[in-house]
C-alpha cells in the first residue's frame, strides 16, 4: 500500500519545516560550541585575561543570541511536528510529549537551573527528548515502510543509537556538580563538556540528514504519483 498524494504532499512540507527549525537550532548550537572552544583556549592560556577583559560577558552575550535562535527553531520543529499529528499517531503522540517538554521548562526556569528540582527537570527534559526523537523516528519507518526505503530506515536505526548515545552521556555530564573555583580540574570539566557537545553536534547533524532525505523521498514519490495520473489522463 502506496501513501496518498496528498498525505505525502502534506508530510514532506512538515518535515522541511522541521529540518529547517532543527538547522537553526543546529547553527546557535554550533555557536554555543564554537564560544565555549574559545573560552576553554583563552582560560588555558591566561586565565586572569580571560576575565579581567570581559570575557564572561561576552560569553553569556553569545549564549544569549543562541538561546533566542534555539527557541526559534523549535518552536518551527513543533509547529511541524503539530501538522504531522494526522498522519501517524506516533507523529501526534511526539507533539504531546513536546508540550510536556515545555511545561518542564517553564517549570524548570521557575524553579531555577541550580536547584535540586531543576537538575532533574533538565534531565527528564533531556530524556524526553530522545523519546520524542524514538517516536518521529518509528513513525516514518511506517510511513515509508512500503515505499523500499531501506536506506532511510536504516538511517533512522543509526540516528537512534547515535542520538540514545550522546544523551545518555550529555546527562551523566549534568550530574557532575560545577566547580566553584577556576583550577586545573574546572578546565579538564569544561573540556569534556566541549567533547559531549562535539558528540550531540553531530547527532543533530545526522538528523538534520535525516530529515532531508525523508523529504526528499516523499516529494519524489508525490512526483511519481503526478506523473501516473498524468499518464493515466
Given amino acids: 500500500m502506496t501513501i496518498d498524494r496528498e498525505i505525502a504532499l502534506h508530510a514532506s512540507r512538515k518535515f522541511r519545516l522541521m529540518?529547517?527549525?532543527?538547522?537553526?537550532?543546529?547553527?546557535?548550537?554550533?555557536?554555543?560550541?564554537?564560544?565555549?572552544?574559545?573560552a576553554l583556549m583563552i582560560v588555558w592560556s591566561n586565565p586572569f585575561a580571560f576575565f579581567v577583559t570581559g570575557g564572561m560577558e561576552m560569553l553569556a552575550f553569545f549564549m544569549l543570541l543562541s538561546g533566542i535562535a534555539a527557541l526559534v527553531g523549535g518552536i518551527m520543529?513543533?509547529?511541524?511536528?503539530?501538522?504531522l499529528r494526522d498522519v501517524r499517531p506516533e507523529y501526534k503522540d511526539a507533539f504531546l510529549c513536546e508540550i510536556v517538554l515545555m511545561v518542564l521548562t517553564i517549570i524548570g526556569a521557575l524553579v531555577g537551573s541550580g536547584s535540586v528540582l531543576g537538575q532533574i527537570l533538565?534531565?527528564?527534559?533531556?530524556?524526553?527528548?530522545?523519546?520524542?526523537?524514538?517516536?518521529?523516528i518509528l513513525g516514518t519507518r511506517h510511513l515509508?515502510?512500503?515505499?523500499?526505503?531501506?536506506?532511510?530506515?536504516?538511517r533512522g536505526k543509526i540516528l537512534w543509537w547515535l542520538s540514545a548515545a550522546s544523551t545518555i552521556v550529555?546527562?551523566?555530564?549534568?550530574l557532575i556538580p560545577t566547580p566553584s573555583v577556576i583550577d586545573t580540574?574546572?578546565?579538564?570539566?569544561?573540556?569534556?563538556?566541549?567533547?559531549?557537545s562535539v558528540f550531540s553536534l553531530v547527532a543533530a547533524v545526522y538528523?538534520?540528514?535525516?530529515?532531508g532525505r525523508v523529504v526528499n523521498t516523499l516529494e519524489g514519490h508525490t512526483l511519481e504519483q503526478a506523473v501516473e495520473a498524468l499518464e493515466e489522463e
Fill in 207 to 211: 538528523y538534520v540528514n535525516y530529515l
Fill in 185 to 196: 580540574g574546572a578546565i579538564i570539566l569544561l573540556a569534556a563538556g566541549v567533547v559531549i
Fill in 19 to 38: 529540518r529547517t527549525g532543527n538547522i537553526v537550532t543546529l547553527v546557535s548550537l554550533a555557536v554555543i560550541l564554537a564560544n565555549a572552544i574559545l
Fill in 170 to 174: 550529555a546527562c551523566g555530564y549534568a
Fill in 144 to 154: 515509508l515502510e512500503n515505499l523500499q526505503q531501506e536506506e532511510i530506515l536504516r
Fill in 77 to 83: 520543529y513543533v509547529v511541524g511536528l503539530y501538522g
Fill in 122 to 136: 533538565s534531565t527528564i527534559k533531556t530524556l524526553g527528548t530522545l523519546v520524542v526523537l524514538w517516536l518521529v
